[in-house]
Nanobody, 122 residues
Framework: QVQLVESGGGLVQAGGSLRLSCAAS????????LAWFRQAPEKQREFVAR???????AYVDSVKGRFTISRDNAENIVYLQMNSLKPEDTAVYYC????????????????WGQGTQVTVSS
């Protein structure tokens, strides 16, 4: 079992920055790949970024060059640094964990946090 708790969401103007945090706990949390997904109103939950347990990263095209995912292995915290935010980044952001090495499909993630709201005003 892995427990995930997100924090760091909020309201920011377009062009601004936010850093989301996801604290992972559980006996084997360090052996899981962690990812961020987001869900805007009336849209499906979509993949944003992932950091595999081997260190590899991947991003959805719309955030490449603006978002960076990283991990503090000692504290089992994964971060999502979001720069140059746009109104279309507005969504609830979820942290998720999987045993798989490199997947983007939300159905492959077994554990989810409660989500944190990010709102970008124009």
């Amino acid at each position: 079992q892995v427990q995930l708790v997100e924090s760091g969401g909020g309201l920011v103007q377009a062009g601004g920055s936010l850093r989301l945090s996801c604290a992972a706990s559980g006996a084997t949390a360090s052996s899981y790949s962690l990812a961020w997904f987001r869900q805007a109103p009336e849209k499906q939950r979509e993949f944003v970024a992932r950091l595999s347990w081997s260190g590899g990263t991947a991003y959805v095209d719309s955030v490449k060059g603006r978002f960076t995912i990283s991990r503090d292995n000692a504290e089992n915290i994964v971060y999502l640094q979001m720069n140059s935010l746009k109104p279309e980044d507005t969504a609830v952001y979820y942290c998720a964990a999987t045993r798989y090495l490199a997947v983007r499909n939300r159905d492959d993630y077994s554990y989810w946090g409660q989500g944190t709201q990010v709102t970008v005003s124009s």
